[in-house]
């Protein structure tokens, strides 16, 4: 098949989870024999340009500098080269892009859009970003042949408030083992710190984290890996509430120095507390961290009972308290983050992808979409329960006591 990968950064990955999950799939799917064509945003003053990595096709297209309008008007650019260069199928991450689906329907070429969290909620939009977010849901829901959720709490939401069908297609967890030379560097030693690691952004919670920490009586340090391109105020404040045991590195862009931060973690904070699995968290599973996370339903899918989970300051200092009081327990912990990081395996993802993909090429889908229109609260729904079909191996189901209802933003995870 051709199988097209738009409305992302691109590859090479360097940026969250979106452009993670397009360099994984992409390239076992290249690797299967599909032609695999990524659609890549070109950033000002780029130069390096390559037309092809792991197998997949790069096609290099602009965007307008301004936040609002960069992720439309590269998907924009990316939809009219496509409807020129035919294709199979068409996989749409982000349900902002969804305005554009009609082009594609026009053109029939089937789509499915992966349509990630809430973003009506994140902090960082006003009252006309929310309102663009919601209507965009609803788009996605009307225009696509298929929608995928990465997570169970996601393919809840569009069938509780849209009545919609999902494809439920997580993230991979690498499980990594990748020594520690170059923690020195930074001055680090192997379980001697704590880390963080996420964009400044409120509804990832560094400044919770940071608080609590500076609260506590913690004789490891806290490192903070990341940064925040729009955040300067927020930032501001995740500083002010620091202390001198705290340790901000901003952005960590060598891959094998930060699976080492994240290896050699005595504990890994984990704040994001918005839509869907989150690369960041399966990664610091994947390299046995244990974790204190934020404490809702998408983290508590992910790491179960191997986490601890706090919703403020307070809590987070007498957790890292506790888990420097219990080195036994946070080593056991650690070793069942691993366990359940073996079942977010990219291999059975991408077989996922295929699958959609193969069906979208086929027209397996249901000549009729759900309207679009969100259904009435408490609108007689059954108890609820994922209708993401199939439930992959990795994928493991919480019951209803733990699941608190959903957050409120969209994760974004540094990598």
Known sequence: MRIAMLGTRGVPARYGGFETAVEEVGRRLA????????????ARGETDRPTHHLGMELVHLPAAHKRALETLSHSALSVGHLLGHRTDAAIVFNAANAPLLPALRAARIPVATHVDGLEWKRAKWGPVGQRYYRAAESMAVRWSDAL???????????????????????????????????????????????????????????????????????????????????????????????????????????????????????????????????????????????????????????????????????DVARLVDAAEAE??????????????????????????????????????????????????????MPPMRSTATPLPDNVRVLPTQVQRGLPEQRPAAQQ
Do not use: M
């Not at 073996?342 to 193969?358: Q, S």
């Open 31 to 42: 690797d299967r024999g599909h032609r695999v064509v990524v659609y890549c945003r070109t």
């Open 327 to 380: 080195p036994r327990r946070i080593r056991s912990a650690g070793r069942r983050a691993r366990q359940l990081a073996a079942k977010y395996d990219w291999d059975t993802v991408a077989t996922g992808y295929e699958k959609l993909a193969l069906d979208l090429a086929r027209r397996e889908f249901p000549d009729r979409r759900p309207s679009g229109r969100r259904l009435p609260t408490d609108a007689g």
């Open 148 to 314: 995928i959720a990465d997570a169970v709490g996601i393919a809840d939401y569009y069938r509780r408030e849209f009545g919609a069908p999902t494809t439920l297609l997580t993230y991979g967890a690498p499980l990594i083992e990748p020594g520690s030379d170059r923690l020195a560097e930074l001055g680090l030693a192997p379980g001697e710190y704590h880390l963080a690691v996420a964009r400044f952004e409120p509804e990832n919670h560094v400044d919770v984290i940071v608080e609590g920490f500076a609260r506590s009586n913690a004789t490891k340090p806290l490192v903070v890996v990341g940064s925040a391109p729009y955040s300067d105020d927020y930032t501001a404040r995740v500083h002010a509430v620091a202390d001198d045991r705290v340790r901000f590195l901003g952005g960590v862009w060598d891959q094998v120095q930060l699976d080492q931060l994240y290896a050699h973690a005595y504990t890994y904070l984990h704040g994001h507390s918005v839509g869907g699995t989150n690369p960041s968290l399966l990664r610091a599973i994947g390299a046995g961290a244990a974790v204190l996370a934020y404490d809702v339903d998408f983290n508590r899918e992910v790491v179960a009972e191997a986490g601890r989970y706090f919703v403020s300051p307070a």
